[in-house]
């Protein structure tokens, strides 16, 4: 195996399943891998338990928007942790890509998730306020504009806290990435385009020098980036 430098980011490369004439037999099969792959990769399990669960409300609902929601698996793990511990925890998960959206509604409902094919802009439009505001694997797919648009629209849209999730890119990250998916997920895009989702993703120096004021980076580990921002600070100052 040949590794890339990954000394940059690569801006230029593009996913497979971000193409709408992609095969799409072996996207719904990718969507499906979504769920045992962010499992293992994403460590949302962890954001959850420091990050998000302390904001919930211990009486009454807390709401919580996934932006660019794929396929709805963190959406629907994130309502099942949070009834697990006791907690009201609304969800709802958007995305423009209408394929993912369809994907997304036809799974088994789990209660307290909804679906819309929408825009975060279109959310701010409307007035809409979420307790909380996340998104996974969704950074790195962002021009510039498109970034810095995400960013100001889940500040506007977030009356506690702001959890954006991605891959921290890296030679190690990619090469475990290649070999432990090398015999799996067969007839998806899953191998193919984790690669070249850590080959667009940043570092977390790339990263810092890319937001405004009022958002922080963190590691929780060697792969991962979160990229925060606390509405409840911000709203006291």
């Not at 997920?185 to 690669?195: Q, Y």
């Amino acid at each position: 195996m040949i590794l890339p430098s990954l000394v940059a980011r690569d801006e230029q490369a593009r996913e497979r399943m971000d193409d709408p004439r992609c095969d799409p037999r072996r996207l719904a099969r990718t969507y499906a891998s979504f769920r045992p792959v962010n499992a293992a990769v994403a460590g949302w399990r962890r954001a959850y338990r420091r990050h998000l669960r302390p904001h919930l409300r211990a009486e009454g609902a807390t709401t919580l928007l996934d932006i660019g929601c794929g396929g709805g698996d963190v959406a629907r793990a994130l309502a099942r942790w949070a009834r697990r511990d006791g907690y009201d925890l609304r969800v709802t998960g958007i995305d423009p890509d209408p394929r993912a959206h369809d994907w997304a509604r036809r799974r088994t409902p789990v209660a307290g998730v909804q679906f819309h094919r929408k825009l975060s802009s279109e959310l701010v439009a409307a007035g809409e306020r979420f307790d909380l505001v996340i998104s996974n694997h969704l950074l790195h797919h962002l021009n510039e504009e498109q970034r810095d648009g995400l960013l100001e629209d889940s500040a506007r849209l977030a009356r506690r806290a702001v959890v954006h999730s991605d891959i921290r890119r890296g030679r190690l990250a990619y090469a475990l990435f290649s070999v432990a998916t090398w015999p799996l997920f067969p007839g998806t895009f899953i191998r193919e385009d984790g690669l070249t989702s850590i080959r667009r993703s940043f570092t977390a120096p790339e990263l810092r020098a890319r937001i405004p004021s009022g958002w922080t980076v963190s590691t929780p580990g060697r792969f991962r980036l979160l990229l925060l921002h606390d509405a409840l600070a911000r709203a006291r100052r």
